[in-house]
């Protein structure tokens, strides 16, 4: 069957220190995978979009990879600060018709 | 930036009625919206396409008949639950693609539906 997974359990780490959040995806082929942020009663926020042929791709302390062969993508905030506290949520479009899969979100908790 | 707008924020309704839900888009046209629904603690869930000038398609498991969705304009879904029953309580969330050429999505800040 099709899944997408994040790890369901919150992370919790220290201001300053590196965030890595897991995205596993199985029976899917997507040209693309993106990261959203969703804050708590409020709509997703795009973050970043990586590509099939990309390994890795950064905006500002975000970081995103894409392993196809693993069928995984990890995100990373680095120096990471209390307002990164939210739920990260990965996603990818089957067929590429536009359409997005979720998975179930990773709750990040950065402690001052 | 792009908006997408969403009304009512939130809504409380009994149970038996009909809330309607609406999706704009507010400085660019989408021809294509997209409605979700997120259950606490849960991810969100595509519901619905919903296309301009023609027919929605629901994702499999979804009632077409429940949940009626009209793309009058280029920048407005609406989405109608009809018949609320509590097990609707949810919140429901529509995107708009950013863009040709592009493959982001632009999401409202969602709307909370309550059925008692």
């Known amino acids: 069957s099709q899944k997408i997974e994040q790890n369901s359990e919150a992370l919790n780490i220290q201001e300053g220190k590196t965030a890595t959040l897991t995205c596993n995806y199985t029976n899917y082929s997507p040209a693309y995978l993106q990261w959203y942020r969703q804050d708590p009663g409020r709509g997703p926020v795009f973050l970043l979009l990586?590509?099939?042929?990309?390994k890795e791709k950064r905006k500002e302390r975000l970081k995103v990879t894409f392993d196809t062969t693993l069928k995984q993508s990890l995100f990373h905030i680095t120096a990471s600060q209390p307002a990164d506290s939210a739920t990260y949520l990965c996603?990818?479009?089957?067929?590429?018709?536009?359409?997005?899969?979720f998975g179930q979100g990773t709750t990040l908790q950065v402690k001052p | 930036g792009a908006v997408v707008s969403q009304h009512p924020s939130w809504v409380i309704c009994k149970s038996g009625t009909s809330v309607k839900i609406e999706c704009r888009s507010l400085?660019?046209?989408?021809?294509?919206m997209f409605w979700y629904r997120q259950f606490p603690k849960q991810s969100l869930m595509l519901m619905a396409t919903s296309n301009e000038g023609s027919k929605a398609t629901y994702e499999q498991g979804v009632e077409k008949d429940k949940f009626l969705i009209n793309h009058a304009s280029l920048t407005l879904s609406t989405l109608t639950v009809t018949s609320a029953h509590p097990e609707d309580s949810s919140f429901y969330i529509c995107?708009?693609?950013?863009?040709?050429?592009?493959?982001?999505?632009?999401f409202g800040p969602g709307t909370r539906l309550t059925v008692l």
């Open positions: 996603a990818l479009s089957p067929s590429n018709t536009g359409k997005l899969i």
């Open positions: 400085d660019f046209q989408a021809t294509t």
């Open positions: 995107s708009a693609p950013a863009g040709a050429g592009t493959d982001t999505q632009y």
């Open positions: 990586i590509r099939e042929n990309e």
